[in-house]
């Protein structure tokens, strides 16, 4: 069992900062891929960043360059820089007991078995 609870977020105008992160506790195994999802109203979950261990990253391509996944012990985090209104969305933290390839690779949300309850991220114009 893996549990997460995020925290961080909030409302900043385009072109600004914001961080989250997020706690993990519990089985390190099913937690060696971690990640960040992210759901808009009206729109699917979609991959934000993976991290396996604390290097091998994914981003996905609406934020590359821009955003940040890293991980130190028990926490996982995501630097968001030069955010635009569309990234405006519900953040999730999730975990999994996939490999590195899968993890590299950009999998999708079904592969994560944990999920913690969101932290909301709003970007105005």
């Known amino acids: 069992q893996v549990q997460l609870e995020e925290s961080g977020g909030g409302s900043v105008q385009a072109g600004g900062t914001l961080n989250v992160s997020c706690v993990v506790s519990?089985?390190?195994?099913?937690?060696?891929?971690m990640g960040w999802f992210r759901q808009a109203p009206g729109k699917e979950r979609e991959g934000v960043a993976t991290?396996?261990?604390?290097?091998a990253e994914y981003y996905g391509d609406s934020v590359k360059g821009r955003f940040t996944i890293s991980r130190d012990n028990n926490k996982l985090y995501l630097q968001m820089n030069s955010l635009k209104p569309e990234d405006t969305a519900m953040y999730y933290c999730?975990?999994?007991?996939?490999?590195?390839?899968?993890?590299?690779?950009?999998?999708?949300?079904?592969?994560?078995?944990?999920w913690g309850q969101g932290t909301q991220v709003t970007v105005s114009s």
């Open positions: 999730a975990a999994s007991g996939i490999g590195w390839y899968d993890c590299y690779t950009g999998p999708p949300a079904a592969k994560f078995g944990y």
């Open positions: 519990g089985d390190s195994y099913s937690a060696s891929c």
């Open positions: 991290i396996y261990g604390a290097s």
